[in-house]
């Protein structure tokens, strides 16, 4: 099976011309350290390996940032396959596209040095052109993110075909009609944070770097929509958003969400989860009852018009 994925060359897309130029994609993170031979299957084999040396060569880094940043190494230069599809902004608005034609390499002395050699298609995909579940995907923090679930509205713009009006990957949503229509949900809950009842308790993930990552974080399953973290910096929480009516399968997702942030937590912190839609229903509230971590919040959308 053919994966896709958005990959990030350097800070910024700094090095995105120099990646095109050259024919292939990379990172530098642990730029000092050859990967080759040492890249087991899984990933998690490859964490708990060198967690321990970014820890130690940045103690003021916490175990969820070094995970991130390990797995996102781990997914370059081993997770993704011969064949794959990489779409890598370019810094102007658009991404090149590009299939993954070996396996890892590494160059030293050179910008990023853990790489892939790539063959970029002719095509160019405007960001302008994609679909806002997409251009959103393809915008989350960080080096990688996986955006196989869209495929088939990628492979329409490599053809040079518009996007479609209304598309949904989230089988966790009952209606996509209303996905497409409440789309800005998680950007009104993201910038009224504070003043909803889980900012009284958590803050939205930022990393070391200033950066807020919290948003779309990736895992081995998927982006969770927000991953926060108590004031106390004793829990985390990860919020998955439902526009609509969410069905039963999300309490499975959630799920897997919060098993990966308690394999990458501190020893003594705990992981909860929310669900946040429009409406639940009795298969949901069944499953939730069994699952006492993993709490339901309701939203409202409210349309006014008031005459001066």
Request: aromatic letters at 10%; glycine letters at 8%; proline letters at 3%.
């Amino acid at each position: 099976m053919k994966n896709y994925y958005r990959i990030m060359l350097g800070k910024s897309s700094m090095y995105a011309q120099e990646c095109y130029e050259g024919n292939f994609i990379g990172v530098d993170f642990l730029s000092d350290i050859d990967l080759t031979g040492k890249l087991p299957d899984d990933w998690r084999n490859f964490n708990q390996q060198y967690i321990p040396v970014v820890l130690k060569r940045d103690p003021g880094r916490s175990k969820i940032s070094a995970g991130l940043a390990c797995g996102m190494l781990w997914t370059i230069a081993k997770g993704i396959k011969v064949g794959d599809i990489v779409l890598c902004p370019n810094g102007s608005g658009s991404y090149y596209i590009g299939e993954v034609l070996d396996s890892y390499s590494f160059h030293t002395g050179e910008v990023l040095p853990h790489r892939r050699t790539v063959k970029w298609l002719p095509a160019i995909i405007q960001r302008s052109e994609m679909s806002d579940a997409l251009q959103k995907s393809t915008g989350s923090i960080g080096t990688s993110s996986a955006i196989t679930g869209y495929a088939e509205e990628i492979e329409r713009l490599i053809a040079g075909q518009a996007k479609p009006t209304i598309i949904s990957t989230d089988e966790t949503v009952e209606d996509p009609a209303t996905f497409a229509l409440e789309k800005h949900l998680e950007d009104f809950l993201v910038q009224n944070w504070k003043q909803t009842e889980l900012g009284k308790k958590y803050d939205i993930y930022v990393n070391e770097d200033g950066e807020e990552v919290g948003r779309q974080f990736q895992s081995d399953t998927g982006p969770m929509d927000v991953l926060a973290i108590s004031k106390d910096k004793k829990e985390w929480l990860v919020v998955e958003l439902k526009r609509g009516r969410a069905s039963d399968n999300v309490v499975g997702q959630v799920l897997r969400y919060m098993g990966f942030v308690q394999d990458l937590a501190e020893k003594g912190q705990t992981v909860k989860g929310v669900i946040i839609a429009m409406e639940d229903d009795n298969r949901i509230r069944r499953a939730l009852s069994m699952v006492p971590n993993i709490e339901f919040y309701r939203y409202q959308v409210t349309f006014r018009l008031f005459k001066d």
